[in-house]
Nanobody, 122 residues
Framework: QVQLVESGGGLVQAGGSLRLSCAASGSFLSINEMGWYRQAPGKQRELVAS???????NYADSMKGRFTISRDNAKNTVFLQMNSLKPEDTAVYYCNAVSIRTYSGSYLTSAWGQGTQVTVSS
């Protein structure tokens, strides 16, 4: 019903920046909340940041001041601006959507993208 496709990952050196994008497509009316999660090797998947359709944001403490989440509701797209990247930020970053309203009036609980690799060297 809904597909999420991430892009923008890659290899950067410490202190550099990347901008991730996630585009939602499929048969749905709206998405209440979208966010970014990440998972490093040997670690559990963790929240990076999330944003509601009204613009409210939530960040993990370690991301505050460095990462910025934003969204374009009309285009069903969410972005993650990543600045001052550190080697510990290396992980697969996943896009997430929750409370997805369908045209039938029902809600889908969640959807996940395939992930995009972010590698920070030095």
């Amino acid at each position: 019903q809904v597909q999420l496709v991430e892009s923008g990952g890659g290899l950067v050196q410490a202190g550099g920046s990347l901008r991730l994008s996630c585009a939602a497509s499929g048969s749905f009316l709206s998405i209440n909340e979208m966010g970014w999660y990440r998972q490093a090797p040997g670690k559990q998947r963790e929240l990076v940041a999330s944003i509601t359709s009204g613009g409210g944001t939530n960040y993990a403490d370690s991301m505050k001041g460095r990462f910025t989440i934003s969204r374009d509701n009309a285009k069903n797209t969410v972005f993650l601006q990543m600045n001052s990247l550190k080697p510990e930020d290396t992980a697969v970053y996943y896009c997430n959507a929750v409370s997805i309203r369908t045209y039938s009036g029902s809600y889908l609980t969640s959807a996940w993208g395939q992930g995009t690799q972010v590698t920070v060297s030095s």
